[in-house]
């Protein structure tokens, strides 16, 4: 995989990526693909914010709750079968494609900017 195409710091700022904590895990039978449906309090500015997530191979639900993740939140609602997912979860692939999440080396508040 090669790097994208080069972009301004300007354009960097447009992509707002904020950290959260994981307050609700669902399944989510009625994806495509195995997921979960998450609950992300980012925090009294944002608020809860619900999110479709890939991550079933790596992630048990109880592992998940109270977790604190990276998503952007500024990408309009997407229709994800019978769920509006509001935030993308971010993650890097592993060596066969599965999803590892962004996480935090130490807590950080709920609505953090990654900067």
Known sequence: MTAADLITFDDFLKVDI???TIIEVMPFPEARK????????????IGVKKSSAQITVHYAREDLLNRQVAAVVNF??????????????VGMPDNNGEVVLVEVGK?????????
Do not use: C
């Not at 195995?34 to 500015?45: R, S």
């Not at 807590?107 to 900067?115: E, Q, Y």
């Open 18 to 20: 904020r950290i959260g």
């Open 34 to 45: 195995p997921a979960y449906k998450l609950k992300i309090d980012f925090g009294p500015e």
């Open 76 to 89: 309009p609602p997407r229709q994800i079968g019978p769920m509006m997912s509001e935030v993308l979860t």
């Open 107 to 115: 807590p950080v508040p709920n609505g953090g900017r990654l900067f």
